[in-house]
């Protein structure tokens, strides 16, 4: 310890790229996610749905060459991806992927001239590799560029692509936006109950004035009556 922090804190540790493990006996918040897609350069595209679905029937396997390339989208639109799994036949599975985060329409040569999100290097016929954590916290579509295949043959076959991540929460913008009210402060419009709620209210010197004002009427002529009742109200007040 060096002044109360971890040897690895003062060294400034880098936040690890990978999502930490679940903790024992606690249930993960990762599942597999819903996707589908379409894949180019393939002999039988049409099968690129049981490969996605994780049904595993028929492999797509490669046309004119041993590269595949994979559009995939999110049923559930944005999500967070924590780890991908690509299996295929044991003499053509998948060694070199690329993966691209949120890049639609890419063709062979873009995957070869821009820089992939992240470089799986597959060793088996059956492989998962957890992906960068922190490149892949939303992503709305992924791109699988598979550039060679584990025999070293002309032809590659993917047999099952499943991705564990996590939905995220979208706001719902369809709404309509209702502003706040205003409340009673500068520059609001009280109502004619709270105007009236400032009102002083009568008490017995209004009422004794109001006699006085009356008794003044009988005895002050008319012509004389304002003068006088001014310079009264005024003593009294």
Not at 85 to 108: C, H, Q, W, Y
Not at 135 to 161: C, H, P, Y
Not at 224 to 232: D, G, S
Request: net charge negative.
């Amino acid at each position: 310890m060096l002044n109360g922090q971890s040897l690895g804190a003062s060294l400034g540790t880098k936040r690890p790229l990978v999502e930490p493990p679940a903790v024992a006996g606690s249930v993960s918040k990762f599942a597999p996610l819903d996707i589908s897609g379409s894949v180019l350069n393939a002999l039988n595209p049409d099968a690129v749905r049981f490969v996605l679905q994780g049904e595993g029937e028929a492999a797509v396997r490669s046309d004119c060459d041993e590269q595949l390339l994979f559009s995939i989208e999110f049923a559930a639109g944005c999500v967070k991806c924590q780890s991908i799994l690509i299996e295929g036949p044991e003499d053509a599975a998948p060694r070199t992927v690329k993966l691209f985060v949120n890049r639609i329409n890419m063709s062979f040569d873009d995957c070869e001239d821009m820089p992939p999100t992240q470089t799986l290097e597959l060793s088996s016929a059956s492989s998962t590799t957890n992906l960068n954590f922190v490149k892949f916290q939303s992503v709305t579509s992924l791109t699988l560029f598979v550039e060679n295949n584990l025999a070293g043959g002309d032809v590659t076959a993917v047999s099952r692509i499943t991705i564990v991540g996590q939905p995220l929460a979208t706001t719902n913008v369809s709404a309509p936006y209702s502003p706040p009210r205003p409340g009673p402060g500068p520059g609001s419009n009280p109502s004619p109950r709270a105007i009236g709620s400032h009102r002083r209210p009568r008490d017995s010197t209004d009422e004794r004035l109001e006699e006085e004002r009356m008794m003044l009427r009988r005895w002050v002529p008319a012509q004389r009556l304002t003068p006088v009742l001014t310079h009264e109200l005024t003593l009294r007040e």
